[in-house]
């Protein structure tokens, strides 16, 4: 088992920045790969970006260029810093976690908000 919890939500303007985090503990240790998805009102779950136990990122192409991945070395935590924040951004953020062998956990989410 592994336990997400993210942090660093919020409201900004159009054009702010935010920095999500998300702690992890428990199986730490087999993680292949940790990311990001984001959900909004009445639209399906987004992946937003990834980045691998080698240090590889991806990126939606919607984020690309604004958002950065990146986590410490042992896994505890990860990070997604949103910069030039649009009307298109807001959600949910959730993180998750991928151990391999169809062993994926999620946290509950931390919500995005970004105003006019």
């Known amino acids: 088992q592994v336990q997400l919890v993210e942090s660093g939500g919020g409201s900004v303007h159009n054009g702010g920045s935010l920095r999500l985090s998300c702690a992890a503990s428990g199986r730490i240790g087999d993680t292949k790969t940790m990311g990001w998805y984001r959900q909004a009102p009445g639209k399906q779950r987004e992946w937003v970006a990834n980045?691998?136990?080698?240090?590889?990122?991806y990126y939606a192409d919607s984020v690309k260029g604004r958002f950065t991945i990146s986590r410490d070395n042992d896994w505890m935590t990860l990070y997604l810093q949103m910069n030039s924040l649009k009307p298109e951004d807001p959600a949910v953020y959730s993180c998750y976690s991928d151990l391999g062998g169809g062993y994926i956990f999620w946290g509950q989410g931390t919500q995005v908000t970004v105003s006019s």
């Open positions: 980045i691998s136990s080698g240090g590889d990122t």
